[in-house]
């Protein structure tokens, strides 16, 4: 049984940072492709950056520069480190994962964690 298990989240002004944590239970990160999702109220969920193959990543376009996702093999668990934040990027983040990169891109993953709320003012 595959669980996604994210922290990190809260509230922060325009232009300060946070980092997001998703461990993975059940399974192993090097064995997976896993991204981070995003979704705002009304808004449909969209994809914001994905790992794949330990070092190769994917970043939307909004976010490239002051975005980073990362994983830590030991602790088996993916991190997103966000600077330079604005109020447009307030949403729910999701932490995801699938045995497919294409699944991932097309916002299809197996697995995806519960979420957690940031909120930039």
């Known amino acids: 049984h595959v669980q996604l298990v994210e922290s990190g989240g809260g509230s922060v002004q325009s232009g300060g940072s946070l980092t997001l944590s998703c461990v993975m239970k059940?399974?192993?990160?090097?064995?997976?492709?896993m991204g981070w999702f995003r979704q705002a109220p009304g808004k449909e969920r969209e994809r914001v950056a994905v790992?794949?193959?330990?070092?190769?990543?994917y970043y939307n376009d909004a976010v490239k520069g002051r975005f980073t996702i990362s994983q830590d093999n030991a602790k088996n668990t993916v991190y997103h480190q966000m600077n330079s934040l604005k109020p447009e990027d307030s949403a729910v983040y999701y932490c995801?994962?699938?045995?497919?990169?294409?699944?991932?891109?097309?916002?299809?993953?197996?697995?995806w964690g519960q979420g957690t709320q940031v909120t930039v003012s």
């Open positions: 059940g399974y192993t990160v090097t064995s997976a492709c």
């Open positions: 995801a994962a699938d045995g497919s990169f294409y699944n991932l891109q097309r916002v299809r993953p197996k697995y």
């Open positions: 790992i794949y193959a330990g070092s190769n990543s």
